[in-house]
């Protein structure tokens, strides 16, 4: 149902406004032709400034500025809460012969092809977002469009051999994986991500479409899991779209891919108010040995960056060296606690609230989170104060500690609520009991205390005034116990050797042989025994977890 106001609710000047328009268009120069594309969508119909942007790949302010020249020349009302304009009717057809005649060019497609693509395919990437988690602001997700995902997955089909490849999407929040997974069920895909939501998205749709698609957790700037460096033919990226995020997500990529035939395939876009910026992610690729194949431009579309026409350009790379990236700057992103501009770290009362609160005579020194190899000392101080979310449980992860103590801010998701907490206290208990401190010292920080449990160990009943211990108990499994504390190790070796001791442990012999087939026949997945178990998205580390559990009698009987 439409609610209209009055089309004449314009504001009137004395000025022509084809001239104001004209003039803008003179300036641009060669670039005029988006203008004028603007204007022809104005004089076809009605249109919210979103569409303006997005169609044409046009910067918000440069729509502004086009719009305020067309001022009193433009008509509008409401639909459903929005705001649409035209140029009014009365006006269009001095508009059409003086800057959108018939002639002008119409974009070319960048994936011809794609039009004669099924229906239902555009439909299922429509449903699979529809469905992701929602972006995270201090991990830059931005949403590209349906069609942008699909002619993503379209163009790299229609311009590499993909059969039986490997190919690595580095992040992918806009779930491109599903999509090229459907158009090409012989390739073999990976995804790489921060973000366990997007992982567990993506795996479950995967799984049951029987789609060709492995999921891993990183993040880059702290390193690769083992298992995709040198094993890729095409690696695809949208990073975040600072020169710091442009270059690491680049090089990480040219470290995964098998040899010098692959390519690296970037989404990057910045505003043409803005191209020193533009140069300088350039410069940096150039830096990294990074031989430019092809610049598409206005290749991707997005639901939003309206900063930069709400579009990117796709770079076809060709890496010429692929050396490894050490760790460096982890403020790669434009938004949040690791953006360039954020003042970051912790206060002087957070980090010492955090020293008083491990149990140990001397405090160490607080270190920045990471879990790139196991953390193994009596003690541990943990700065992540920057923890986007994912950083706190692969720290416990890596940490083979008597004591550790961790540093997250007050919101983070593990500490929200009851529920959160008791989800994360459940997933590590066979290695740690929690207590959590909110709140602790200020409303801005909290410190998450572990305490290494051994099969003995039975929680405490918390006193007054103590925090509360969400853990109901702790878990006693020894190969759950085993595999949190071997977290870099492989994981089939790492499960076998927990299964034979155990069983020497109870008098009973039990053969590598036999420990594993019997690690084979409770893994819920087989394809993950090779991998680390630091690695594996958060919701397969509590299947895995479980299958132990479930299997922890297996071979007494």
């Not at 004669?116 to 590209?144: G, K, M």
């Not at 709400?310 to 434009?334: E, F, H, K, Q």
Request: aromatic share 4%; charged share 25%.
């Amino acid at each position: 149902m439409e609610h209209r106001s009055a089309e004449d609710d314009v504001d009137r000047t004395d000025q022509d406004p084809r001239a104001a328009v004209a003039g803008l268009i003179r300036a641009a120069g060669v670039h005029g032709l988006r203008l004028r594309r603007v204007l022809a969508m104005l004089l076809a119909d009605w249109r919210s400034e979103e569409e303006l942007i997005r169609a044409q790949a046009t910067p918000r302010r440069t729509v502004e500025e086009l719009l305020a020249a067309v001022g009193s020349d433009l008509g509008r009302r409401r639909v459903d809460g929005r705001e649409l304009i035209r140029v009014r009717p009365e006006r269009a057809a001095d508009y059409r012969a003086e800057f959108a005649d018939t002639a002008l060019p119409e974009p070319v497609d960048q994936v011809p092809s794609a039009a004669r693509l099924p229906e239902s395919l555009l439909a299922d990437v429509r449903a699979d977002i529809a469905s992701v988690p929602p972006p995270l602001a201090a991990l830059d997700h931005v949403q590209a469009t349906p069609e942008s995902v699909l002619r993503r997955a379209a163009w790299l089909a229609s311009h590499y051999d993909l059969t039986d490849a490997s190919v690595l999407f580095l992040g992918d929040h806009d779930l491109t994986s599903l999509a090229l997974g459907r158009l090409r069920p012989d390739a073999a895909i990976t995804v790489v991500d921060v973000d366990d939501r997007v992982l567990a998205h993506i795996d479950g749709i995967a799984e049951r479409q029987g789609l060709r698609i492995r999921c891993l957790h990183a993040d880059l700037r702290f390193g690769l899991p083992p298992s995709v460096l040198d094993t890729a033919d095409l690696v695809f990226t949208d990073p975040p779209y600072t020169p710091e995020g442009v270059g690491l997500f680049a090089a990480r990529g040219a470290e995964c891919l098998r040899d010098g035939a692959g390519r690296v395939l970037i989404a990057y876009g910045y505003s043409d108010r803005t191209p020193a910026l533009g140069l300088k992610v350039q410069q940096r690729l150039h830096r990294l040995g990074m031989l430019f194949e092809a610049i598409l431009p206005d290749f991707d579309r997005y639901e939003g960056a309206q900063a930069i026409g709400s579009a990117a350009d796709l770079y076809v790379c060709r890496p010429l060296s692929t050396g490894g990236t050490r760790r460096g700057d982890t403020r790669i992103y434009t938004h949040g606690p690791q953006s360039s501009e954020s003042s970051g770290g912790p206060s002087a009362a957070a980090l010492e609230a955090l020293r008083g609160l491990v149990d140990v005579p001397t405090p160490p020194p607080v270190h920045d989170a990471e879990w790139t190899s196991p953390i193994s000392v009596d003690a541990a101080l943990i700065d992540a104060i920057a923890d986007p979310g994912p950083w706190l449980f692969r720290v416990l992860a890596a940490a083979n500690t008597r004591s550790l103590g961790v540093l997250v801010r007050n919101n983070h998701p593990d500490l929200v609520d009851a529920s959160a907490q008791r989800a994360l206290s459940e997933l590590v208990g066979a290695k740690f009991r929690l207590r959590f401190h909110r709140s602790t010292p200020d409303g801005r920080h909290a410190v998450v205390v572990a305490s290494a449990v051994t099969t003995e160990q039975t929680p405490d009943a918390p006193g007054a005034g103590q925090p509360v211990d969400r853990a109901a108990s702790p878990r006693t499994d020894v190969i759950a116990g085993a595999l949190l504390r071997k977290a870099h190790g492989r994981i089939a070796n790492v499960w076998r050797e927990a299964l034979i001791r155990r069983e020497t442990a109870r008098g009973q012999a039990l053969t590598k042989n036999q420990a594993r087939d019997l690690v084979l026949a409770a893994a819920p997945r087989r394809d993950e025994l090779d991998l680390r178990l630091i690695d594996l998205p958060r919701h397969r580390v509590a299947a895995l977890l479980a299958a132990a559990d479930t299997a922890n009698g297996a071979a007494a009987g």
